[in-house]
Every structure is written in structure tokens, then in C-alpha cells.
């Protein structure tokens, strides 16, 4: 499977519960059939889907005597969708090294901030639009962009 697989992938309710629920936290098989309500072969088969691609990974924790018990998570990793796939984050390298060799610190500093600056206010207007909020105040701002937001976007 590669990135243009992506969309198929995720084509699938099953495979976008199981993403919703391992984005809260961690959980083994038996834990996720119960939260999507599916037989566990069904699981599992989604489960290497997701697995194949990178989506998620796993990890084993031993508990007394037995088999360690397999646990299932999101990978942290930025994983691409899209066609020709991009890969912004070396067009942002290309572009601050760019903007470092033919501006001076100084410029490229101003540049950044005032950049920054743009994006921030776009994202807030925008989250205050979608959200309907009039003024900003902290637990808003702790509700919709530190625990939303950014859950979201994996910061």
C-alpha cells in the first residue's frame, strides 16, 4: 500500500470509528470491538489496513505471566493524502532556507512573525465563525483551540 491508498482506506466507517477511538488513546482488540461494535476479525482486518499504511502503530505491555497484550495507537508521524502528494514540510525548509541566504536575519525574522501573524488571525476568525463566538475568553479559547484545535491538527 502507498499514500494514494490513502482514500480508499479511509472510504471505510469501520476504519474511521477505529481512528476515532485510538485518537482519545491506546486500546487493545477487545476494547475496540466494544467501542464500534463489530466482530473482532472485522477488527483485525481493519486494523492491518490502518497498520500497512502507517496510520497507526503498536506496542505490547507485559502484565504478570501470559502474552504481553497488543495495544493500538495513532502514529505521530504526518502521513500525506493527495495527488501528486506534497510534502509541505520540506517546501517550508526550501523556503526559510531560501529567505535565510538572500535576507538578512532580521528580514527573514519580520517576514516569519508578520506571516505568523496572518495565519493566526485567519485560524482564530475562523474558529470563532465556526463556533459562533463573539469575543474570545480563556476557557473558550482553552476549549476550542487548545483541546479541539490542536487535538485535531496532532500538536
Given at each position: 500500500m502507498?499514500?494514494?491508498?490513502i482514500?480508499?482506506?479511509?472510504s471505510?466507517?469501520s476504519?474511521?470509528?477505529?481512528?476515532?477511538?485510538?485518537s482519545?488513546?491506546?486500546?487493545?482488540?477487545?476494547?475496540?470491538?466494544?467501542a464500534?461494535?463489530?466482530q473482532?476479525?472485522?477488527?483485525?482486518?481493519?486494523?492491518?489496513s490502518l497498520?500497512?499504511?502507517?496510520l497507526?502503530?503498536?506496542?505490547?505491555e507485559?502484565?504478570g505471566?501470559?502474552?504481553p497484550?497488543?495495544?493500538y495507537?495513532?502514529?505521530?508521524?504526518?502521513v500525506?493524502v493527495?495527488?501528486?502528494?506534497?510534502n509541505?514540510?520540506m517546501?517550508?525548509?526550501?523556503?526559510?532556507?531560501?529567505?535565510?541566504?538572500?535576507?538578512?536575519p532580521?528580514?527573514?525574522?519580520?517576514?516569519?512573525?508578520?506571516?505568523?501573524?496572518?495565519?493566526g488571525?485567519?485560524?482564530?476568525?475562523?474558529?470563532a465563525?465556526?463556533?459562533n463566538?463573539?469575543i474570545?475568553?480563556p476557557?473558550q479559547?482553552?476549549?476550542?483551540?487548545?483541546?479541539?484545535?490542536?487535538?485535531?491538527?496532532?500538536a
Amino acid at each position: 500500500m502507498n499514500n494514494s491508498d490513502i482514500p480508499q482506506v479511509l472510504s471505510s466507517q469501520s476504519r474511521r470509528e477505529i481512528l476515532n477511538v485510538l485518537s482519545k488513546h491506546p486500546h487493545d482488540i477487545n476494547s475496540i470491538v466494544e467501542a464500534i461494535n463489530i466482530q473482532p476479525t472485522a477488527v483485525r482486518y481493519h486494523l492491518q489496513s490502518l497498520l500497512r499504511l502507517g496510520l497507526i502503530e503498536t506496542y505490547e505491555e507485559k502484565r504478570g505471566i501470559g502474552r504481553p497484550k497488543m495495544y493500538y495507537k495513532l502514529t505521530k508521524k504526518q502521513v500525506y493524502v493527495g495527488f501528486p502528494p506534497r510534502n509541505y514540510l520540506m517546501l517550508s525548509e526550501l523556503l526559510i532556507d531560501g529567505m535565510q541566504n538572500e535576507l538578512t536575519p532580521e528580514e527573514t525574522q519580520k517576514i516569519l512573525r508578520l506571516t505568523g501573524y496572518k495565519i493566526g488571525g485567519r485560524l482564530i476568525t475562523d474558529l470563532a465563525t465556526k463556533n459562533n463566538i463573539d469575543i474570545w475568553a480563556p476557557k473558550q479559547f482553552i476549549e476550542y483551540y487548545v483541546n479541539k484545535f490542536l487535538q485535531e491538527i496532532g500538536a
